[in-house]
């Protein structure tokens, strides 16, 4: 509901702006919004900074025993493992975006499921960065920020803290959907981590549903206004 209604402020302002100005032709702007690929979004884990022992798990699932609903971002304060998320949207087919659009804004809607600190902290800085991971499939070596080099990338402000917990963090991240654009990338694929100047560890659980009945309003979410 929040989701819809935040769409529906964009194109009655949009709608405004396009009337304003007389015999102006100022084109129209659309939005679409477009969700997460469950198949795709995933984690890495480190189990600590110097081990050469990383767990992928990719592919949001219910069969197995717990299920994989979630992704983490983040280092654990307890162990000191170290998670960074991944997650993927389609930029192609019908509610993507087309090739030729000019971006106006886009924003990436994620909802927090837990937050875990150390006892002296309050928030957690988390840096989105724009990847481009070949055949989608994530790899060992897509951890590394030297061997998967970001192409832009933002922080989420405010920090996340507990007050987060079941709720919706929006994030703007229109320079990296603008620069997927100039690219001409076919998926907007993100690397959701602990910002490098981070001075405690904090690690976040993003809620990655595949509940069709809730997963529109809980599962990672790009909105995208384009002309």
Known sequence: MKRTFLAAIIIFINLSLTGCGGGSSAPPTFVTQILSDPVYDGDILQ???TSTVFTITQGMTISPSPPVQTVFAGIDPSSGAESRAFLDFHLTGQG?????????SATLDIVINNVFLQPAASTIPIRIELVSIPGLTLVQDDFSRSSLQAIASTTIDPPISSADID?????????LMVRAQNLGLL???VRILEDLSATSPGLIEI???TDPTIRGALAPLLQVTYM
């Open 96 to 104: 993507g975006v087309p090739g030729d659009a000019v971006i106006v």
């Open 47 to 49: 189990t600590s900074p």
């Open 167 to 175: 709720g919706h963090v929006p994030v703007d991240v229109t320079s």
């Open 187 to 189: 998926d907007f694929q």
């Open 207 to 209: 809620k990655d549903t």
